[in-house]
């Protein structure tokens, strides 16, 4: 979540007990741009909701991404690390 970490606002919403305490993570996606042959944050916001308190404090303790947040879509958690949301935002000849 280095991207995430930096980058985005983490918005803490309170359950019924630690267990159910979970973040909502917004941030600007991240684009290739042809022009500037590189990566700049865009204007356009993604929001992931109910990411348990929980698993972030276990990847922020080291844990493998997949293993913290199998919640999360393949694109939130690319999202969480780089702030490439979707396929057609990654590098046009490489795909990363």
Do not use: W
């Not at 930096?6 to 290739?32: H, P, R």
């Not at 865009?42 to 404090?57: A, E, P, R």
């Not at 493998?64 to 999360?72: A, D, S």
């Amino acid at each position: 979540m280095q991207y995430a970490r930096n980058f985005c606002k983490f918005e803490k919403v309170y359950g019924k007990s630690d267990e159910e305490n979970f973040y909502n993570i917004t941030g600007y996606k991240v684009k290739y741009d042809q022009k500037k042959k590189g990566y700049c944050i865009t204007g356009d916001s993604v929001t992931i909701k109910n990411v348990l308190c929980k698993d972030v404090f276990k990847y922020n303790s080291g844990e493998n991404i997949q293993r913290c947040f199998p919640y999360l879509s393949v694109d939130e958690r690319e999202f969480l690390i780089t702030g490439i949301y979707a396929e057609d935002d990654m590098h046009p000849a490489t795909g990363v």
